[in-house]
């Protein structure tokens, strides 16, 4: 039987990331039909160090064939480990699991270098990435976003990622693209969820052979009892973490300008994963909202489907390209359109079914808040449109054809 590992640059049970979700769901399945599967996630954050790694231990088991190892500081820009000993000791415990199949759902955390010597080590394995963003072009946390004053980058070049970190010359973006496109040729075929994100790669310099198009799949859940409320579509909700890039500012001057423009109107708007608090650290500036404005806090995933069915439009406001938001594919799951910036994956992922506004653009927003709550025609054709996301044992089945076509 083949046996797979699945490697992730952090852990579900520890950082809710779109990336490790998709990356544990593909694990999970694979056990579920009885497949030789293992996963092996990061733990980074040093609030839990301690509790899961005493006497300076570098694994721990969460459950049957589910991992996590320690993971130490690394170079940023090389995708290195600091310390050459922290390398040797996460490339062992790859090697222990004697895996015909690596799948590598990042490298940050991980390392370039045990990427490099782990396919130097197993000639015979295969080694399989998924991209989950642009680290490997844009050493802007993988952003593609202009430090110095958040414009949005639509290529690397040496001079201009030399612009946006000024204490490093052009010559090093240089060398680190060649160091990052020499690890992932290692790998025999990447995957990219959107077809975005793989264009970007392509014209960064992958050959557009070893590049595949998949989707990250779902997991099918239980019908929901609970029937929809019949204003639903004056109803509007926010699901996710309150970075910048996240565009939750955006969503907000939207709601205020529209109960400005019309103080009759009776939307709302539900933030859920973030509190009143963290978005007053991000953005201290910003008047006192609406009384239509609620934050409700951190939610967990398995109610997130429930708790979109309630709602007759989720927003996704991001001002940063985005690759293939799995909100987007949850609220398709749920049946709830989506209103999404539009640019990079969000527009890949909603055209065609859901609605769009330009990045950024709350003026644009406003309106559409208060044109569609106004009418509950355009929420039925919305409806109408929405077609089933891919399915995460559709998604393995594909994966795991092309990896046997390899």
Sequence with gaps: MTRTVIISHSHPKLRGGGGEVAAHRQFEHMRSIGQDAWFLGAAYDQAVIPTLFPNHNRLVEFAPHDHCFRAFPMDSSLMEHTNQEDEDALLAIL???????????????????????????????????????????????????????????????????????????????????????????????????SQFLADRFIAWGLPEAKLKVLENGLMPEEASTHAPPPDRHRRFAYFGQATPTKGLDVLLRAARRAVEQDEKTDFTLDIHGVTEERFRELWPKEPELPD?????????????????????????????????????????????????????????????????FPVGDSETLSRMILSLSADVALHQAALARITAPLMIDEHVKLLQDQIAAL
């Design 95 to 193: 090697l222990r699991y004697k895996a015909d199949v690596y799948h590598f759902h990042h490298f940050w955390n991980i390392g370039a270098g045990v990427v490099r010597r782990l396919r130097a080590a197993r000639p015979e394995a295969k080694l399989i990435c998924t991209l989950h963003e642009f680290i490997a072009i844009c050493m802007h946390d993988g952003q593609m976003v202009k430090r110095n004053n958040g414009q949005l980058c639509t290529e690397s070049s040496a001079v201009s990622c030399a612009l946006c970190f000024p204490y490093l010359i052009p010559a090093h973006f240089v060398v680190r693209k060649h160091r990052l496109q020499e690890m992932l040729a290692c790998f025999d075929v990447l995957f990219s969820p």
């Design 292 to 356: 239509n404005v609620r934050f409700r806090g951190t939610y967990r995933p398995t109610e997130v489907l429930d708790l979109m069915r309630g709602y007759g439009w989720v927003v996704v406001p991001s001002v940063w390209w985005e690759n293939s938001p799995v909100v987007i594919q949850e609220a398709r799951l749920a049946g709830t359109p989506v209103i999404a910036s539009n640019i990079g994956g969000m527009k890949e992922k909603v055209g065609g079914w859901g609605e769009l």
